[in-house]
């Protein structure tokens, strides 16, 4: 039996937030979302990892923003405006990811996953579980806690 005639069950389904950084698609698992949001202050953090930001208050809770460009080591400029953040849980803690833009919650066949092509930067390696294929485009999604892992870089 070939792929497009096979009967999808939920269980071969995996629901991912997508977002744009950099004219490229990534996504995360739906599951490890909080909140979506546009920042309205960044407060910066002196001598904090290039990656982070900098800092926001989210309903009385001081959450960390992680810069996806710079942790993907992307270095087109960012897009004029705020951007967006998708705030993620890790340990008991909040961050958010500054990305360029947010896209659609999309279900995909686990089984269409691929894995990472032997071309794909070696950065985006370290921190992508796998890609689809969307249409004309590649989805690169990310394992977040590989993603929030940057005191090792620090």
């Avoid at 977002?19 to 904090?48: E, K, M, W, Y």
């Avoid at 004309?136 to 993603?147: A, G, I």
Wanted: aromatic letters at 4%; a negative charge.
């Amino acid at each position: 039996m070939n792929r497009t005639s096979e009967v999808r069950t939920e269980e071969d389904l995996s629901a991912f937030v997508t977002f744009t950084v950099a004219n490229h698609c990534f996504g995360v698992p739906v599951s490890r979302v909080q909140d979506i949001l546009t920042p309205d202050a960044i407060a910066g953090v002196p001598l904090g990892p290039v990656e982070v930001r900098g800092l926001i208050n989210l309903r009385g809770r001081i959450v960390t923003v992680i810069d996806v460009r710079t942790r993907l080591a992307l270095d087109a400029p960012p897009p004029a405006g705020p951007g967006k953040c998708v705030t993620v849980e890790s340990e008991g803690e909040f961050y958010t990811l500054l990305v360029d833009g947010v896209g659609d919650v999309v279900r995909l066949d686990e089984r269409e996953r691929e894995p990472n092509p032997a071309t794909l930067d070696p950065v985006w390696c370290d921190l992508a579980e796998g890609v689809f294929r969307t249409g004309d485009k590649l989805l690169v999604t990310l394992d977040v806690e590989r993603l929030l892992n940057i005191r090792a870089k620090a």
